[in-house]
């Protein structure tokens, strides 16, 4: 059990990070940027990541996005998008990797069903942190 608590604080602690005083510290968010997401998106989010000239859908610019959605940050379409676990089947199917998914493998069932999905969620959100710190 006390393995189960640390990993859920650890979780709450990584949840903090969405506070936007903290986000230019969020190493978690950076992190799996840097993994996940720049080899598409390019280390500045600026879609020019080594793999974008041979993707079929070129990566968006991610520090555009505040600007093409009338200056606000789109948190929640970010979130979704990066989770992907909630897409509509008869859309087909997803451009870029679903990354909850990918995530849920890695964190595997450590923390039991509820508590993996806690840590889960709090990567996606540091993920999602450090790309509204991208913002121009």
Same mark, same amino acid.
Not at 59 to 67: E, G, M, Q, V, W
Not at 78 to 85: A, E, K
């Given at each position: ?5 640390? /990993? ?5 602690? *990584?949840?903090?990070? *969405? ?7 969020? @190493? /978690?968010?950076? &992190?799996?940027?840097? #993994? ?7 280390? %500045?989010?600026?879609?020019?990541? $080594?793999?974008? %000239?041979?993707?079929? +859908?070129?990566?968006? &610019? ?9 200056? #606000?940050? =789109?948190?929640?379409? +970010?979130? @979704? ?15 870029? =990797?679903?990354?909850? &998914?990918?995530?849920?493998? $890695? ?8 508590? %993996? $999905?806690? /840590? ?5 959100? *540091?993920? +999602? &942190?450090? #790309?509204? %710190?991208? @913002?121009?």
């Amino acid at each position: 059990m006390p393995n189960n608590c640390s /990993l859920i604080v650890g979780a709450l602690v *990584a949840m903090s990070l *969405a506070t936007p005083g903290i986000a230019q510290d969020n @190493q /978690l968010g950076a &992190d799996t940027y840097r #993994v996940a997401c720049a080899v598409c998106h390019g280390s %500045s989010g600026q879609g020019d990541g $080594e793999f974008a %000239s041979v993707l079929t +859908v070129r990566p968006p &610019d991610l520090t555009r996005l505040s600007a093409r959605n009338d200056g #606000v940050f =789109p948190y929640l379409k +970010v979130f @979704q998008t990066i989770d992907g676990r909630a897409s509509v089947k008869a859309h087909g199917t997803a451009i870029m =990797p679903i990354w909850g &998914d990918t995530f849920t493998r $890695e964190i595997g069932q450590a923390a039991g069903p509820f508590g %993996s $999905e806690l /840590l889960v969620r709090a990567r996606i959100v *540091a993920l +999602v &942190d450090y #790309v509204e %710190s991208l @913002q121009r």
